[in-house]
């Protein structure tokens, strides 16, 4: 049974950081293309940023300079670190797990950035 669980979300006031973590069982966690998303209340989900199998790492324009992404293949781990949150960054974040046809996705962590 596949399973991502995400942790590390909660509130943080505005240029706060958080450091967002997933686990995953359940797969040959090294082959595939791991991603963060996230939605906003009324909004479609969307995506953050993603890292292959060989640590390529890819990220939409509001994430740059101020989010990381990096994975463990050893401890089946893909983490976010998110530096400088605005509270337009409040949302549900979720991980992804893609390998050719196959996507997994976590349960979320609720992120909320208010003073």
């Known amino acids: 049974q596949v399973q991502l669980v995400e942790s590390g979300g909660g509130l943080v006031q505005p240029g706060g950081s958080l450091r967002l973590s997933c686990a995953a069982s359940?797969?040959?966690?090294?082959?595939?293309?791991m991603g963060w998303y996230r939605q906003a209340p009324g909004n479609q989900r969307e995506l953050v940023a993603t890292i292959t199998s060989d640590g390529s790492t890819n990220y939409v324009d509001f994430a740059k300079g101020r989010f990381t992404i990096s994975r463990d293949n050893a401890k089946n781990t893909v983490t976010l670190q998110m530096n400088s949150l605005k509270p337009e960054d409040t949302a549900v974040y979720y991980c992804k797990a893609r390998y050719l046809l196959r996507q997994y996705w976590g349960q979320g962590t609720q992120v909320t950035v208010s003073s």
């Open positions: 359940g797969i040959i966690f090294s082959f595939y293309t």
